[in-house]
């Protein structure tokens, strides 16, 4: 068992065996360890660290910020002798995790599941299957709820847009085993990302179908509309009407052989697109939000200050 379990998708977590750390690193030093966390293949530049963590301070103020947070982070892994080996290497230029450090990630073992998933030749047989559920299993959340950071917004976006194509195809696969509940469990997860996924919407239509639950099946369809229309605009594709008809009419063998065909094929791409642009767009209203909240707080402090200025009689 590793020395160091970490955790990133949800909420952050360090546990040394039944002992949770992260409580125990300071407010930069955790976003230090996390940010390295989430790129640790490769060493990073001491100045492109303090630029991203500090950007919005002078270079050398963000350089000086920076190496009072590593000192802090191995102080606090060091203490509590989390690890034999040290975790973290430095030197005048660089910083990276040791690649001998007994530390288990989340992440890193997420991303290594779907890293093999798409360089396979075949489509999710047998042990891959099993690494793509296991990679399902992994996301209990996404990267770091309740950060804000640019750069964590952008990870997790694309750590969700992985998940989402992950679980398309362990979907897609269950239809095709007939394994029905399987199929509705991780179509249901997709849509807890993004209600407007159409392709998700579809497989529910036909699993439902497929396991015996046809007003189910069009209800779905309906919530499917419903969806499209108050996130993106946009009514249900032709592909997407037709198994609606397919499903009032009752025909089993067409839909049964519309499941067994029906995974991410090129006419899908718009729909993957529409649905990546949604999540950017609220990545982008996030930040906007996020920016007026910024400028009201130095407008608020901007006035306090001119207020004392000019009881003290000092010049502004």
Not at 23 to 35: H, Q
Request: glycine content about 6%; charged content about 25%; aromatic content about 8%.
């Amino acid at each position: 068992m590793p020395a160091l379990s970490i955790r990133l998708f949800g909420q952050f977590s360090v546990c040394w065996g039944d002992e949770a750390l992260q409580d125990l690193i300071p407010g930069k030093a955790k976003e230090l360890f996390c940010y390295l966390l989430t790129h640790r293949q490769r060493p990073l530049g001491r100045e492109f660290l303090a630029s991203v963590l500090w950007e919005d301070c002078t270079t050398e103020h963000s350089k000086q910020y920076l190496r009072k947070a590593l000192w802090q982070l191995q102080r606090a892994l060091c203490k509590y002798g989390a690890a034999a080996e040290p975790i973290l290497q430095a030197n005048s230029q660089w910083v990276s995790l040791s690649q001998e450090a007994d530390i288990w990630v989340d992440v890193a073992d997420f991303e290594r599941f779907c890293s093999g998933a798409q360089n396979s030749s075949r489509f999710a047989e047998g042990s891959l299957l099993e690494g793509l559920e296991a990679a399902a299993d992994l996301y209990r959340g996404d990267l770091l709820e309740g950060w804000y950071q640019d750069w964590c917004l952008y990870d997790r976006e694309r750590l969700q847009n992985m998940y989402l194509v992950m679980l398309d195809r362990v979907v897609a696969r269950a239809e095709a085993n007939h394994e029905y509940e399987k199929g509705l469990d991780y179509a249901t997860r997709i849509l807890r990302c993004d209600r407007a996924h159409e392709i998700a919407h579809r497989h529910l239509m036909q699993l439902r179908y497929l396991s015996g639950d046809r007003a189910g099946a069009l209800r779905q369809y309906e919530n499917c509309a419903s969806a499209l229309k108050e996130e993106l605009g946009v009514q249900p594709s032709e592909r997407t009407r037709q198994l609606y008809r397919q499903i009032c009419e009752d025909d089993t063998l067409v839909v049964a052989a519309g499941a067994n065909g029906d995974r991410c094929e090129p006419e899908d791409e718009p729909s993957l697109l529409q649905g990546a642009l949604h999540r950017l767009a609220e990545v982008k209203t996030a930040l906007a939000v996020l920016q007026n909240a910024i400028d009201e707080s130095l407008d608020r402090v901007r006035q306090a200050l001119q207020a004392s200025n000019h009881g003290s009689g000092q010049p502004h």
